[in-house]
């Protein structure tokens, strides 16, 4: 008798919590009649769609570009020879342009380039010297298939001066003629950018490797040095002396550093 009260006391004390929990709980309404019991379901979340990938437009060009290197040049003229005893002429290059057009990837460019250089030659116990000077406007068209390369073809026309010198133990000064002629070359190349910003959209200095082949030409003149002093000395006249018709044709190579900002 007495195992029966305790189990009912602890049967109290466990059921009395319970009910009141349930007394506390508001009852969902009920539902009209006839009406089917549907489920509720979840929206699921929308799937965040991928970045569309950033095509490369450079609004904002290196559009002043500055450039030094060195042009190798191959003159296969027999007026050469007197001054050379191989076709190669080397030439220091320095070179600044400025894109006046940008559209896309594509950028148009203009400057100003000079070209000079010199061979000498002592056959015969004459001593020669050639110095050309080769002053141009270049245009060229660039495109950039890369943030970091750039392709490019390039016409550039101008004048070159022909210093030609030879010193003649027979005559009393040095001879002497520096005539002008047209030029113009047709190149084309690649610039690789080694240092400097990937973003184009900015404007910022950059580092380029530049390197290109083309062909140069020159119109033709006949070479006449003559003695550098005064022709009414009481000397007399001097008279030309006549190397031929010299033109500075040739496929030439060009290999050089920019800067762009």
């Known amino acids: 008798m007495k195992h029966a009260h305790s189990s009912l006391l602890a049967l109290v004390v466990v059921a009395v919590p319970s009910l009141a929990r349930a ?28 970045p569309a990938p950033k095509e490369f437009v450079a609004p904002h060009y290196d559009y002043l570009r ?41 950028a148009i460019a203009s400057g100003a380039a000079w070209d000079v250089g010199s061979r000498t030659s002592g056959a015969r116990g004459i001593s020669t010297s050639l110095t050309v000077h080769r002053l141009s406007v270049p245009i060229e068209s660039r495109y950039y298939v ?57 404007r910022a200095a950059r580092l380029w490797l530049t390197s290109e082949v083309g062909y140069g030409i020159t119109s033709s003149h006949t070479l006449r040095p003559r003695p550098d002093r005064n022709q009414d000395d009481v000397l007399g006249s001097d008279e030309a002396t006549k190397l031929g018709s010299l033109a500075a044709n040739g496929v030439f190579w060009r290999t050089g550093v920019a800067v762009s900002f």
């Open 23 to 50: 007394q506390s709980e508001p009852e969902p309404p009920p539902l009209p009649a006839g009406e089917p019991v549907t489920a509720v379901s979840t929206p699921a979340p929308l799937a965040e769609s991928p």
């Open 66 to 106: 500055i450039g030094a290197g060195f042009r190798i040049g191959y003159i296969n003229d027999p007026a050469f020879d007197t001054f050379a005893s191989s076709d190669v002429l080397a030439q220091f290059s320095l070179e600044a342009t400025y894109a006046f057009y940008t559209k896309g990837k594509l």
């Open 146 to 202: 890369a943030p970091w390369l750039n392709v490019f073809a390039k016409v550039a026309p101008g004048a070159a001066a022909f210093n030609a010198r030879i010193d003649d133990p027979s005559s009393p000064s040095r001879l002497q003629d520096v005539p002008w002629v047209f030029s113009a070359d047709f190149s084309g190349g690649a610039s690789l950018r080694v240092a400097g910003k990937n973003d184009h959209a900015s």
